[in-house]
């Protein structure tokens, strides 16, 4: 059956770096769109990051310069690279995919067609 796992979070300190994958299960990763939710206990899971399946990124506002998004189609793997990591940063991360460009690039968590579990980050 479809899936996305993520893997990678752990606890760091402020300042370090961590990267975070999503290996996606049972469809073909590189012909969704995918991207990256994270959310903190008390608040709406938020979009962090999206990659579109002809290869435009977009991040949110708070991570633009520390966050990177890339694609290793050979092993079905969304991977985000995070430095420079804040106190902020620290929430449960999910991955999500999905065919539909408007969700792609709007969605909200509960609209995207395949979503994983999450990996905790936390910064210290």
């Known amino acids: 059956h479809v899936q996305l796992v993520e893997s990678g979070g752990g606890l760091v300190q402020s300042g370090e770096s961590l990267r975070l994958s999503c290996a996606a299960h049972g469809f073909a990763g590189n012909r969704y769109c995918m991207a990256w939710f994270r959310q903190v206990p008390g608040a709406e899971r938020a979009g962090v990051a999206s990659l579109l399946t002809d290869g435009r990124t977009f991040y949110t506002n708070s991570v633009k310069g520390r966050l990177t998004l890339s694609k290793d189609n050979t092993k079905n793997t969304l991977y985000l690279q995070m430095k420079s990591l804040k106190l902020e940063d620290t929430a449960m991360y999910f991955c999500?995919?999905?065919?539909?460009?408007?969700?792609?690039?709007?969605?909200?968590?509960?609209?995207?067609?395949?979503r994983g579990r999450g990996t905790q980050v936390t910064v210290s």
């Open positions: 999500a995919a999905d065919l539909a460009p408007t969700v792609c690039r709007h969605g909200e968590w509960k609209n995207w067609f395949v």
